[in-house]
C-alpha cells in the first residue's frame, strides 16, 4: 500500500486549501469513527476528531484516515500489564489517566502503598516501588527538638510524612525530607520556621 511521503503531504496539502474537502463524518477507518471536522491543519490538510472503539479520542489528518496509516489510536499496541510485576510493584489495573502520551497504571506495592505509573516507566524500570524503598527508618532519630515517632500513611511531594513528638508535648506530621535536611527542628515552639507542619 502506498503512504504518502511528508513532501508530498506539504506539496498536497497546499494545494489542498483551495479545493473542497469531502465530508467524513460517520465514516469508520478500522477502529476508529470519525465525529466531525476540527479546526486544526496537518501539512495543509483537514484533522478530524475520531473516537476509537476503545472509548479514546485522537485527531487524524485526512490522508492518514482514506490511505488506511491510521486505523486505531494506537490502543492496538498497547500490552496488558494487568496482573505483572515490577519490581516491587504488581499492576492493578489500566487508568483513562494519560501522561506524555503514555498509559497510567495503577499499581500496588509490597509495602501495601497503591501509586500511578506511566507504562514507560514500569517497563524501562525507571519506577520499581512506590518509593518506600527510598526512605530510611527513621523512628526512634532525634532530629533537633523533635522525635520521630512512626511512619504515617500520608505523603508531601512524594516524602513520608513522620509521626514526630517535639521536647515540648506537641505532637506533629514532618516530611522526611525537612527532617533529614534540618529544616524542620522543632513543632514551632523554639523559634518560627519557615516550613509549615501539619498537626495531629
Known amino acids: 500500500m502506498y503512504f504518502p511521503t511528508n513532501e508530498v503531504q506539504s506539496a498536497l496539502g497546499v494545494w489542498s486549501q483551495f479545493m473542497p474537502y ?3 463524518t460517520g465514516r469508520r477507518f478500522g477502529k476508529l469513527t470519525v465525529l466531525g471536522a476540527s479546526d486544526q491543519r496537518a501539512n495543509g490538510f483537514m484533522v478530524w476528531n475520531c473516537q476509537c472503539d476503545c472509548g479514546n479520542m485522537k485527531g487524524v489528518p485526512t490522508p492518514n484516515l482514506t490511505s ?5 489510536c494506537g490502543c492496538g499496541r498497547l500490552k496488558d500489564l494487568t ?33 500511578m505509573v506511566t507504562t514507560n516507566n514500569l517497563t524501562g524500570g525507571t519506577v520499581r516501588s512506590c518509593g518506600c524503598t ?51 527542628v522543632s513543632c514551632g515552639c523554639s523559634k518560627a520556621e519557615t516550613e509549615s507542619s501539619t498537626y495531629i
Open 22 to 24: 469531502k465530508d467524513l
Open 68 to 72: 488506511g496509516r491510521t486505523k486505531s
Open 83 to 115: 496482573g505483572k510485576q515490577f519490581g516491587k510493584l504488581t499492576v492493578i489495573e489500566k487508568t483513562d489517566i494519560r501522561s506524555n502520551g503514555f498509559v497510567v497504571w495503577k499499581c500496588i506495592c509490597q509495602c501495601g502503598n497503591t501509586t
Open 134 to 184: 527510598r526512605y530510611k527508618d527513621l523512628s526512634g532519630t532525634r532530629f533537633g527538638m523533635l522525635t520521630a515517632l512512626a511512619p504515617s500513611e500520608q505523603r508531601k511531594n512524594g516524602h513520608i510524612l513522620w509521626q514526630c513528638q517535639c521536647d515540648c508535648g506537641e505532637y506533629l506530621l514532618v516530611a522526611s525530607s525537612d527532617l533529614i535536611s534540618g529544616r524542620k
